[in-house]
């Protein structure tokens, strides 16, 4: 499988790269700047050169061409809102819209375990820009025709990866915290399977630590 991750370089993707390759799957981690090539290779990865927030619907359709799957795993790292939106939101849904434009059937979103419309974050809050612009992604997402998932791990830590986790049902609210938490290892651990879990195609799970093995809770 071709498998083009967008933000090669973030904190799960860093652990998704060599995973991938690790198992055969051929590559390709985009960035935006060009001192990052070398590290997307270092990981086992093709590097690709693309701004994704600046980048067309048609560029990004080109740097996809050919591939199998696309992983979003970019993100503006908060802090600025409307670059959150600009990437977050606006970048995300033209590379789902590329991907539909290169004939891409598969698309895996990594998200947040809020992402839902009464994810409970006030609007004076410094997250609500990520919140609403991740909701807000991932709904034209359910709404494409790729063989979508999106992944809702729940707080994020850099703990050694445990290869278990619990699924959480959508109804179930949870806040950012330890009730929630879990390790990026094992993030980037679900995303590698979910690209080959028929099981998780239009689904949304949402999931934190747990003791069920990662396989069988992609199967759950």
């Known amino acids: 499988m071709k498998v083009v991750v967008i933000g090669a370089l973030g904190k799960v993707a860093r652990h998704l790269l060599p995973l991938l390759a690790g198992r055969g799957d051929d590559v390709v981690g985009v960035v ?3 001192a990052q090539l070398d590290e997307v290779t270092d990981l086992g990865a093709e590097a690709l050169l693309l701004d994704v927030e ?7 359709a080109s740097a996809l061409d ?3 799957a696309v992983v979003w795993s970019a993100g503006a790292g908060g802090g600025n809102p409307d670059r959150t939106y600009a990437v977050d939101r606006d970048a995300a849904i033209r590379s789902m819209d ?3 434009n290169a004939g891409v059937p598969r698309y895996v979103m990594v998200s947040w375990i809020g992402s839902v419309p009464d994810h409970g974050i ?3 809050s410094s997250f609500y820009a990520y919140a609403d612009a ?3 992604a991932d709904d034209h997402l359910r709404g494409t025709a790729l063989d979508w998932t999106i992944l809702g791990p729940g707080s994020l830590t850099d703990d050694d990866p445990t290869g278990r986790i619990e699924r959480v049902a959508e109804g179930v ?6 009730d929630s938490a879990v390790p990026r290892a094992d993030v980037a651990q679900v995303v590698a399977d979910a690209l080959h879990e028929p099981l998780t195609v ?4 949402r999931f934190r630590s747990g003791e069920t093995p990662i396989p069988d809770a992609l199967r759950g």
Not at 54 to 60: G, V
Not at 173 to 178: F, I, Q, T, V, Y
Not at 202 to 205: L, N, Y
């Open 202 to 205: 239009r689904a949304f799970v």
């Open 134 to 136: 991740k909701l807000a």
């Open 98 to 100: 590329a991907a539909a």
């Open 54 to 60: 600046q980048a067309s619907t048609e560029e990004i």
């Open 66 to 68: 050919g591939a199998d």
């Open 122 to 124: 006030p609007a004076d």
């Open 32 to 34: 935006r700047k060009p």
């Open 173 to 178: 609210s949870l806040a950012r915290g330890e």
